[in-house]
Every structure is written in C-alpha cells, then in structure tokens.
C-alpha cells in the first residue's frame, strides 16, 4: 500500500525548466516502481518516464528523450521528474503512478498504464509561448 502526492507543477516559459516531485507514504518505498504519465485535455494519458525499484533502470518516452530525467531517492521516499527545454506540447497534467514489484521484468510493462497499482492526483504543468 503506498499513496503518492504530487507536487511543483506550474507555469513555464517555453525553453525553461521544471522539477516535479512524487512524494510517497505507507509501505516500503523501494518495493515498487515508479512511473509518470501525462494527460492534456482532448487527447489520451501517454507515458513520459519510469524507473525501477532501485533506480537502475530508467525509461523516457521518445517525445522526451533528452530533455527530461527521471530520478527516486529512496531514503526520502520521492521520486523526480526533471524537465528541461520544455515546449508548449508538454502542457499536460502530470500523474506519477506506482507498481508493486513483481516476477515480470518491469522492461516489459513500464509504459503500461494499466500496470500501475496507485496513483497520484496529479500536478498541472502549463508551458507558454
């Protein structure tokens, strides 16, 4: 069991930078993995990143492959999301997820919404022309 707040989102410039945070309680927070997704209005929930239980694995969507990092510090239950040259497209509510470890190499579910056992409830990030 684990529950997940998100936090700094907000307005940005075109080309600025942003750091989010997922803060996390309840259960041991290196036994899951952790996942963020975006939703803007109109359009589906896409993945953006993913890291593994201890952190050495991270997965980026190709749309942000180079700009944004992801990162978890455990001893302080948070995972990271760093976003760099943010572009207008970005604009999107962010949602950090979690998923209990299981047998399966998360390799092969990361980007699965669906996969994920608990949610935040997200974090606006608004990226200006």
């Known amino acids: 069991q684990v529950q997940l707040v998100e936090s700094g989102g907000g307005l940005v410039q075109a080309g600025g930078s942003l750091k989010i945070s997922c803060a996390a309680s309840?259960?041991?927070?290196?036994?899951?993995?952790l996942g963020w997704f975006r939703q803007a209005p109109g359009k589906e929930r896409e993945f953006v990143a993913a890291i593994s239980w201890s952190g050495g694995r991270t997965y980026l969507a190709d749309s942000v492959k180079g700009r944004f990092t992801i990162a978890r510090d455990n001893t302080k239950n948070t995972g990271f999301l760093y976003m760099n040259s943010l572009k207008p497209e970005d604009t999107a509510v962010y949602y950090c997820?979690?998923?209990?470890?299981?047998?399966?190499?998360?390799?092969?579910?990361?980007?699965?919404?669906?996969?994920?056992?608990?949610w935040g409830q997200g974090t606006q990030v608004t990226v200006s022309s």
């Open positions: 309840g259960r041991t927070f290196s036994d899951y993995a």
């Open positions: 997820a979690a998923v209990f470890r299981s047998g399966s190499p998360f390799g092969t579910y990361y980007d699965t919404a669906r996969k994920y056992d608990y």
